[in-house]
Nanobody
Framework: QVQLVESGGGLVQPGGSLRLSCTAS????????MTWYRQAPGKQRGLVAA???????NYANSVRGRFMISRDNAKNTVYLQMNSLKPEDTAVYYC????????????WGQGTQVTVSS
């Protein structure tokens, strides 16, 4: 079975940085995109950043210029470099892998907690 394991979360002060990692293992082929989502308490899950297999990136306006998504295809790993963190970035961050059409399967990690507080 496909497994996605996130790491790198933790407690950081406002203005600090964290780097999240997500590694996919198992039988997964034809990846279309790897995406980071986040969910804060009382909020719906929302997109943070995404990267397609050809390297195209997309960012939520709230993190553009502060966060950077990257991937290592050989390692089936996606990263999220988070800089200039704000308290409103506090959330559980989830990694998602979406495979290409026609099957278009979605796989999710368990999430990693990011807390930005002084």
């Amino acid at each position: 079975q496909v497994q996605l394991v996130e790491s790198g979360g933790g407690l950081v002060q406002p203005g600090g940085s964290l780097r999240l990692s997500c590694t996919a293992s198992g039988s997964i082929f034809d990846i279309y995109a790897m995406t980071w989502y986040r969910q804060a308490p009382g909020k719906q899950r929302g997109l943070v950043a995404a990267i397609t297999s050809d390297g195209t990136t997309n960012y939520a306006n709230s993190v553009r210029g502060r966060f950077m998504i990257s991937r290592d295809n050989a390692k089936n790993t996606v990263y999220l470099q988070m800089n200039s963190l704000k308290p409103e970035d506090t959330a559980v961050y989830y990694c998602n892998v979406r495979t290409s059409l026609p099957r278009q399967n979605d796989y999710w990690g368990q999430g990693t907690q990011v807390t930005v507080s002084s």
